[in-house]
């Protein structure tokens, strides 16, 4: 396993790393959770991220207990704040109230005493973003929060973000949670340019575009009943006859480096200096460990040409 600096920080984390949604405390039966992450871990990946929405803290209380065998200071743990967690109207959002209590209840669920990194899970347009930075500065000063970060904000928000804190000298945030793959690819625009400018690092998810990239769907006709795509409208919108012949196409440059599609997809990502990690899922132990395998794998000027001539 490579390691990578998180943004601008000294903080290094695995190439490759274990996130939660859509997975562990609902989908995945516990067993295969639990080995997922020690598989994880024993292959090097030191970065394992989460949310409080995810299954309303079950995936938490999971992640939580099952690294609590390893020394903390081995991983690295990221949660998020932002989304609905009960019926009340401050039960969301970016406030000073929402956040704090949040922060709380996440570490309580993952038996913590602090998270490494907390995210933002989204923008709160009703919340001044002074107010959210004060809260998260005083997180970091308390030491239940090292490092602060958000997921999806777009470039002139994280640069307003910036300002404010450099005129109140308020912590910084040093991480950008985007979704990235060949399919999905505006942060390339702006979002990675400003994160190269200003130490912001890009902590990528669905980098294999919910299993596409992996090479295992042949026709849009033939979405295998058991996966989450069968069961979800809005991913299996996301597969195209169109893009199931790209990754066809794909899959005959990564057999010739003796390699799975999957990989291709995820050394592309990492291509980019400013990606400091791809975020993955993993139902199974198996998946886990063909995903550990693009760490490291450079690809090649011609390579990454005929890979644009495909996607486009």
Same mark, same amino acid.
């Given at each position: ?94 406030? =000073? %109230?929402? !956040? &704090? #209590?949040?922060?709380? /209840?996440?570490?309580?669920? $993952? @038996?913590?005493?602090?998270?490494? +990194? ?117 991913? =299996? %919108?996301? !597969? &195209? #006859?169109?893009?199931? /012949?790209?990754?066809?196409? $794909? @899959?005959?440059?990564?057999?010739? +480096? ?55």
């Amino acid at each position: 396993m490579k390691y990578r600096r998180l943004g601008g920080t000294g903080l290094k984390v695995s190439e490759i790393s274990l996130g939660s949604w859509l997975t562990y405390g609902g989908y995945v039966e516990q067993d295969n959770a639990v080995r997922a992450i020690e598989t994880a871990y024993s292959l090097g990946v030191n970065f394992f991220d989460t949310a409080n929405v995810y299954e309303k803290g079950e995936a938490e209380k999971v992640l939580g207990a099952t690294l609590s065998s390893y020394p903390r200071e081995s991983y690295v743990l990221a949660t998020k704040v932002y989304g609905v967690m009960g019926d009340g109207p401050n039960d969301r959002g970016l406030s =000073r %109230k929402h !956040i &704090t #209590e949040q922060c709380n /209840a996440s570490l309580k669920r $993952l @038996g913590a005493e602090y998270v490494d +990194l907390l995210y933002c899970h989204r923008y709160d347009p009703e919340t001044p973003i002074e107010e959210t930075l004060r809260a998260l500065d005083d997180l970091v000063r308390q030491g239940k929060v090292l490092y602060v970060g958000v997921s999806e904000w777009t470039a002139a928000q994280m640069a307003e973000a910036l300002a404010v804190a450099d005129r109140y000298l308020l912590d910084h945030i040093v991480v950008n949670q985007p979704i990235y793959n060949m399919f999905e690819r505006y942060i390339e625009k702006e979002i990675i340019p400003l994160g190269l400018r200003k130490g912001i690092g890009q902590v990528v998810f669905s980098p294999l575009a919910q299993g596409l990239l992996t090479g295992k769907y042949s026709s849009v006709s033939d979405i295998p009943e058991d996966s989450r795509a069968a069961k979800l409208d809005w991913m =299996r %919108k996301g !597969i &195209t #006859e169109e893009r199931i /012949a790209k990754v066809q196409e $794909l @899959g005959s440059i990564a057999a010739e +480096l003796d390699i799975s599609v999957g990989n291709l997809a995820l050394a592309w990502i990492l291509r980019q200096p400013n990606v400091a990690s791809a975020l993955v899922g993993a139902s199974r132990p198996e998946q886990v460990e063909e995903n550990v395998k693009a760490s490291g794998i450079e690809l090649t000027g011609d390579v990454l040409t005929r890979i644009e001539e495909i996607i486009g």
